[in-house]
């Protein structure tokens, strides 16, 4: 680049502009390839990373060979950009205020490659925190996927592959009102792709498989079972009691025979309504999955009706069996997530 297409020198935000930090004045400034000018403590730099202890202990050089200086303070030159520099100096000093929070994705690729190239444990952990943040994580979790696998971070791959499928299809990059793909995705391949496309639909048929163990049972339920997963709701039950009295399904209704064995489902509305899920799984989010459970279609809800032992438990019951439904997705979907290894690009 000639010295006419330069861009001007500019100072950073806050927290590293000049005067940024309260009662300590800065004695250093790192200027980044775009030639923004970072106003920070040699001292703070120097306790996070091995390679600025070792830099900063040099005597200056002095005569023609002198560092150029702003202030009297040292100009220190480095290729990263601002965007860069900003989230490896956040995650380089202590968090004293909010000011040095990292609240979102942009340049954390590069500053987790620049936290490793100037020895800094003390900043890879901090990125690694950040990529883990459960607001970012829910918000971006397709920019944590590309970040992670291009930065061999296993366990963070396979966190944001799971988070993909909270996610819910409108604010998925495949999405039509996206123009754009995510920004990190330049840095992966059509590989990693496609092993988080795999694990999402291996994910889908793991829930959908999960949703099928709800409507079906080889031999009779426990007639005496309690929590939601075993056989405790009313749909598997002949009678349930409503303070104390004894209710029975309608006509119809109830737990019934399949088949010519000991084969039995539950009430017929039940396994509708879960069978309608699942054959819409492919284009619902695992929470949608789980809300819907409790979201009742005009048919299921006048089947409900119908039935004394239905209407007075039926509710409750299903909004029981979501709550306990979407703890298992995640169980479900951690384990597929864990024969995948997304970062090397192969199965293990
Ligand atoms: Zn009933």
New binding site residues.
């Given amino acids: 680049m000639s010295v006419a297409t330069l861009p001007p020198i500019r100072d950073a935000d806050a927290p590293f502009c000049p005067g940024g930090i309260d009662d300590t004045p800065a004695d250093l400034i790192i200027e980044s390839s775009d030639r923004v000018h970072h106003h920070t403590h040699k001292a703070i730099l120097a306790f996070s990373a091995h390679c600025f202890r070792n830099l900063l202990e040099f005597p200056s050089p002095t005569g023609e060979d002198a560092n150029p200086e702003r202030d009297g303070k040292p100009i220190l030159s480095l290729p990263e950009d601002s965007v860069v520099m900003r989230k490896l100096l956040l995650a380089l000093y202590p968090r004293s205020s909010q000011a040095f929070v990292i609240k979102d994705l942009d340049g954390i690729d590069g500053a987790v490659e620049a936290a490793k190239k100037y020895d800094s444990p003390v900043a890879t952990t901090q990125l690694h925190a950040a990529l883990r943040d459960v607001q970012l994580m829910d918000n971006q979790p397709h920019r944590i996927y590309a970040i992670a696998c291009h930065n061999g971070l296993e366990d963070i791959a396979k966190e944001a592959a799971v988070a993909t499928m909270r996610l819910s299809t409108g604010r998925s990059p495949f999405n039509r009102y996206f123009r754009l793909p995510p920004p990190e995705y330049n840095y992966i391949s059509a590989h990693q792709l496609w092993l988080l496309e795999n694990f999402q639909q291996e994910g889908a048929h793991s829930i959908a498989s999960a949703l099928s163990e709800q409507t079906w049972s080889e031999g009779p339920p426990n007639p005496d079972a309690i929590d939601i997963n075993e056989y405790g709701a009313?749909?598997w039950k002949d009678v349930v009691y409503v303070n104390l009295q004894e209710v029975r399904?309608?006509q119809g209704?109830?737990m019934r025979s399949v088949g010519d064995d000991y084969d039995v489902g539950p009430?017929s509305?039940f396994f509708a309504h879960v069978q309608h899920l699942r054959e819409n799984l492919s284009d619902m989010s695992m929470e949608t999955v789980t809300q819907k459970l409790t979201m009742l279609s005009p048919e299921t809800l006048k089947?409900?009706l119908?039935?004394?032992?239905?209407?007075a438990l039926?509710s409750t019951h299903l909004s029981r069996l979501s709550k306990w439904f979407s703890t298992k997705v995640v169980q479900i979907l951690r384990a597929t997530a864990s024969k995948t290894n997304f970062t090397e690009g192969r199965f293990v």
């Fill in positions: 009313v749909w399904h309608a209704c109830g009430s509305w089947a409900i119908a039935c004394p032992a239905c209407s039926a």
